[in-house]
């Protein structure tokens, strides 16, 4: 089978598509046939071992042999499954995130996966693992639910003020819509070609952030999901209602330790105040996927794609996400 996998850290140009063998489900594991995967800033932190802190994980010189086959999201069919799997059976198609999912068949953990909706397509399918997850872990964590319903049906008139920076990128787009299914009023922040997007996904306001300083010129909000990283904590402080959370999800572009850093210096700044500051490492839940899967098979919410790449031409797709301003998610088709 073929597999595109990195020997070497560096840019989309150290890519290869190889012959690999085959591998086995071993013990919970499912093996899928690999229809469509996309492009993540993870893949290409980890390609070019940026920030040096991921070197750790997977080899301080060189990427180690377990970690060189590359790419996280998943849709595709299930080709054989261990005994002990419950959930899955040959030719279910499913959507998930495991390891190695630029390859044409890869192993996933039973809990990775859920059943892709029928009427959802496998290109689409191929673009909601990671990105789609962070976006529903990351507004929980800032405290969204689901939206108090009074008997009447009618929804709770206080809804949450959310802001999303970065709305139209793979996590923002999602962000948009999962935040507007959990109740809440958002307003997004994207540059001026993609402002009527953001709106079509539902956004109430949006602000341009070619034109609008976000930090100086807003009313305060409830929840800030940062997914830019490109302001400061302070200044997202002015924005947010004296109780109010900043998820700050996006990476900054360090060198050495980048996003890692901003943990400790959050949870420092926490408690000196009533606000809240946090960041999060998006994780592998199958409750999650379940909501977003039922979400995704109502129609309530969509995947917005920006470019469909086939595999072969995967540096392409990388360097395209690596640009950073992607609309939606890049999309690899096997
Ligand atoms: N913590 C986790 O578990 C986790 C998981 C997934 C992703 N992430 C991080 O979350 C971030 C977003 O991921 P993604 O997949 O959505 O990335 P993406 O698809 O590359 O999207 C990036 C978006 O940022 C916008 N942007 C760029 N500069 C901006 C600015 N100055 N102000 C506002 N928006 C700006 C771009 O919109 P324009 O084109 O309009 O500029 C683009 O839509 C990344 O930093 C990624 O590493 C973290």
């Not at 890869?106 to 892709?116: Q, S």
């Amino acid at each position: 089978m073929k597999s595109v996998i990195a020997t070497t850290y560096g840019g989309p140009e150290v890519l290869r598509v190889v012959d690999a063998p085959t591998p086995v489900a071993g013990e919970g594991q499912v093996l899928v046939r690999v229809a469509a995967s996309s492009v993540n800033p993870l893949d290409w932190h980890e390609l070019r071992g940026k920030p040096y802190l991921v070197r750790i994980m997977r080899g301080l010189r060189a990427p180690k042999t377990s970690g060189q086959a590359m790419g996280s999201d998943v849709a595709g069919v299930v080709e054989s499954v261990d005994p002990g799997v419950t959930r899955f059976a040959v030719g279910d198609e499913v959507l998930g995130f495991g390891k190695a999912a630029w390859s044409d068949v890869m192993v996933v953990g039973e809990a990775g996966l859920v059943r892709k909706p029928a009427d959802l397509s496998m290109t689409d399918a191929g673009g909601v693992g990671v990105a789609a997850i962070t976006a529903l872990q990351g507004l929980r964590k800032g405290g969204l639910s689901e939206p108090l319903t009074w008997s009447t049906g009618e929804v709770e008139p206080m809804r949450p003020r959310v802001l999303i920076i970065g709305a139209s990128g793979g996590v923002g787009t999602f962000a948009v819509q999962i935040a507007k299914l959990l109740g809440a009023h958002v307003t997004a922040v994207t540059s001026t070609r993609n402002l009527e997007l953001v709106a079509r996904l539902g956004a109430d306001d949006v602000v341009d952030y070619t034109t609008t300083e976000v930090t100086q010129q807003l009313p305060r909000f409830d929840l800030v999901f940062e997914l830019a990283g490109t302001r400061r904590r302070r200044e997202l402080a002015r924005i947010l209602s004296p109780t109010g959370t900043l998820v700050a999800c996006g990476a900054p572009r360090g060198q050495w330790i980048g996003p890692l850093a901003a943990p400790a210096a959050l949870a420092i700044a926490s408690r000196f105040s009533k606000r809240t500051y946090t960041s999060f490492l998006a994780k592998r839940d199958t409750d999650d996927l379940q909501q977003l899967a039922a979400w995704l098979g109502t129609g309530a919410l969509r995947v917005v794609v920006d470019e469909v790449y086939p595999r072969d031409r995967v540096a392409e797709a990388v360097e395209h996400s690596e640009g950073g301003h992607a609309r939606g998610k890049v999309i690899l088709t096997l």
